[in-house]
């Protein structure tokens, strides 16, 4: 499994982006991953908060280290892809913001249903941005795509 730092070094070479707006993850298990991010200078938008793309990083990480995560545990191999998302903002985002993503259940089916058969699969998860008073500010929601690796002969 990814540990927290691990998975923000990671993100320093792999999508500096990510590191250089102020995301970070700082929870990271098989029940859950938590990503924060503060709102400052670079990461600022017109309005005087948060820029929602910032946001996005922040909630698509919390989603996507939670599913490699729970992958490397029951060792399977695949390709992921964000093919769409949906968002909603419902208050300034200023502070720091944290995103958490939980949904266990959901992915351990598509842990099963990738294993059992070589058809890709697809599933919506999503992550909340609660700020330091406990109000959601957005709401984001990733539909993956996922296909198994084959590592086979192919001739």
């Not at 298990?29 to 309005?47: A, G, H």
């Not at 964000?82 to 351990?108: D, L, M, W």
């Amino acid at each position: 499994m990814l540990t927290p730092a691990q998975a923000n070094s990671y993100f320093f070479w792999k999508l500096p982006a990510a590191w250089w707006t102020g995301v970070r993850v700082t929870a990271l298990d098989l029940e859950s991953c938590t990503t924060q991010v503060r709102y400052q200078w670079i990461n600022q938008n017109p309005f005087r908060s948060m820029f929602w793309a910032v946001q996005g990083m922040a909630a698509e990480i919390a989603t996507g280290m939670l599913l490699s995560n729970m992958f490397k545990a029951a060792q399977l191999e695949t390709s992921m892809l964000v093919i769409a998302n949906e968002a909603t903002f419902t208050k300034k985002a200023v502070g720091r913001i944290r995103f958490s993503c939980t949904q266990v259940a959901a992915i351990t089916t598509v842990i099963e249903q990738l294993k059992s058969s070589s058809s890709p699969q697809t599933l919506w998860l999503s992550a909340e941005g609660v700020d330091e008073q406990g109000d959601v500010v957005a709401s984001f929601k990733f539909h993956w795509s996922f296909k198994k690796r084959n590592h086979g002969n192919t001739i």
